[in-house]
């Protein structure tokens, strides 16, 4: 099973730029969909952006869609979460999550219940 390591996280200020990224360990890491997500205190983890294995389809909720980008390196066995424009809503945790199911190349995994395994999680926050 694979194994995962967030980083990059920390404190930026409102309009600022961090990029997560998400070390997976296992030579299988291309058979894998990927997702990242985020939970904030008192608040239940929500889907943030995914990736299909084949890296060709990805999908975002409408609070981040075009300032959030997830991509994956294969050679580097690592996702990347790049994100733009922050704002004090986006502060919170952020969890990168992985599955291993089966089915097309080009799905996107939205729910968390699709996940089977997660990482620590890395705190991002973002000052007004």
């Known amino acids: 099973q694979v194994q995962l390591v967030e980083s990059g996280g920390g404190l930026v200020q409102t309009g600022g730029s961090l990029r997560l990224s998400c070390a997976a360990s296992?030579?299988?890491?291309?058979?894998?969909?990927m997702g990242w997500f985020r939970q904030a205190p008192g608040k239940e983890r929500e889907f943030v952006a995914g990736i299909s294995r084949s890296g060709t389809s990805t999908s975002y909720p409408d609070s981040v869609k075009g300032r959030f980008a997830i991509s994956r390196e294969r050679a580097k066995n690592t996702v990347y979460l790049q994100m733009n424009s922050l704002k004090p809503e986006d502060t919170a945790v952020y969890y990168c999550?992985?599955?291993?199911?089966?089915?097309?190349?080009?799905?996107?995994?939205?729910?968390?219940?699709?996940?089977?395994?997660w990482g620590q999680g890395t705190q991002v926050t973002v000052s007004s």
């Open positions: 296992g030579r299988t890491f291309s058979t894998y969909r």
């Open positions: 999550a992985a599955d291993k199911g089966l089915g097309p190349t080009t799905t996107v995994v939205v729910s968390a219940g699709g996940y089977d395994t």
